[in-house]
């Protein structure tokens, strides 16, 4: 993760600009197309943005979004159940966000990404917009959603940085040792 980002501000940010999208896009879009539709459609939307966020924030090419994208907007038009693509759009979030900001042992990438998605889909559905037709509740979900994933960077990103000091502190160490050499002290 690039360091001169503030990760955790910027995602609640992300998450209450999500949230005041989703309540605009569902009430215009709700007359339009059947609600679980919009949901879906949103909800695809808000993820996509949120992995071009972060593909700023690793400076890496957004293209790299390009196939979970097409995968997710692909089940938010199937139709399929609220449940079925729940668990994708979290699993695309989950991919992205493990290729895209942290080099891990697979096993522990897998093990982090399930508990966060786990408890971020837990207070999205606590709202429930796919059966209570409520665009203020989806975008209260949406923000708690993102309030809970920002606090991936709180609780698993240190390990990150504290490797950055390390390295720091081993390329100070390197370079006084080549000047202390160059001097002959």
């Known amino acids: 993760m690039n ?7 910027n995602t609640v940010i992300y998450g209450l600009g999500a949230g005041m999208f989703a309540l605009a896009a569902s009430l215009a879009a709700a007359p339009h197309l059947r609600w679980s539709t919009t949901i879906a459609l949103i909800f695809a939307t808000v993820i996509l943005g949120y992995g071009i966020l972060l593909c700023r924030w690793t400076t890496q090419e957004p293209g790299r979004l390009f196939f979970p994208g097409l995968l997710l907007l692909s089940a938010a038009l199937a139709g399929t159940s609220s449940q079925i693509f729940t668990l994708m759009a979290l699993a695309v979030l989950a991919w992205t966000r493990s290729s895209l900001c942290y080099s891990r042992p697979a096993l522990s990438a897998v093990i982090v990404e399930a508990v966060m998605c786990g408890i971020s889909a837990g207070f999205f559905y606590f709202f ?12 209260v979900g949406i923000w708690l959603f993102f309030l809970i994933q920002s606090l991936y960077f709180l609780l698993f990103e240190k390990t990150d940085r504290e490797d950055n000091r390390k390295n720091s502190f081993t390329r100070a160490q390197r370079v006084a040792e080549k000047i202390i050499a160059a001097d002959g002290i």
């Open 3 to 9: 360091e001169g980002k503030n990760p955790v501000r």
């Open 128 to 139: 429930s917009p796919f059966s209570s037709y409520d665009t203020l509740s989806l975008a």
